[in-house]
Nanobody, 123 residues
Framework: QVQLVESGGGLVQPGGSLRLTCGSSGDTVYYYTIGWFRQSPGKEREWVSCMASTGLIKDAETVKGRFTISRDNAKNTVYLQMNSLKPEDTAVYYC?????????????????WGQGTQVTVSS
C-alpha cells in the first residue's frame, strides 16, 4: 500500500515557477507508475504528467516543455517542476500511484491518490 501526500502548492504570478512534491509512506514509489493530475473549478480532473517504474515519462500537450516530472528514490518522493506558469494552470494538483505502465494518462490506471495541493497562478 502507498499513502501519498502532496505539498508545494501556492500562489504564484504568471511566468513563475513552483515545484510540487509527492511524498510516499508505505511501499516505495520506485515500484509504481506515478501520475500527476489536476482539477480546476467546474472542470473534470485531467492528466498532467506521469512516470512509469521503468522511467518512461509522458506529458500532456498542455504542459509539455514547461512541466517536468522526476523521482528521487532515496527520498521516496516524486516531483513536478512547473515553469512558465499560466493562469490556466490554476487547479488542485493530485499525485497518484498505480501498477500499470500503459494507459498511464487514464485515471483508472491508478489505485492510490493523494489529497491534492492548490496551485493558483494570478497577478
Amino acid at each position: 500500500q502507498v499513502q501519498l501526500v502532496e505539498s508545494g502548492g501556492g500562489l504564484v504570478q504568471p511566468g513563475g515557477s513552483l515545484r510540487l512534491t509527492c511524498g510516499s509512506s508505505g511501499d516505495t514509489v520506485y515500484y509504481y507508475t506515478i501520475g500527476w493530475f489536476r482539477q480546476s473549478p467546474g472542470k473534470e480532473r485531467e492528466w498532467v504528467s506521469c512516470m512509469a517504474s521503468t522511467g518512461l515519462i509522458k506529458d500532456a500537450e498542455t504542459v509539455k516543455g514547461r512541466f517536468t516530472i522526476s523521482r528521487d528514490n532515496a527520498k521516496n518522493t516524486v516531483y513536478l517542476q512547473m515553469n512558465s506558469l499560466k493562469p490556466e494552470d490554476t487547479a488542485v494538483y493530485y499525485c497518484a500511484a498505480g501498477t500499470r505502465s500503459y494507459e498511464m494518462e487514464l485515471q483508472r490506471s491508478y489505485d492510490y491518490w493523494g489529497q491534492g495541493t492548490q496551485v493558483t497562478v494570478s497577478s
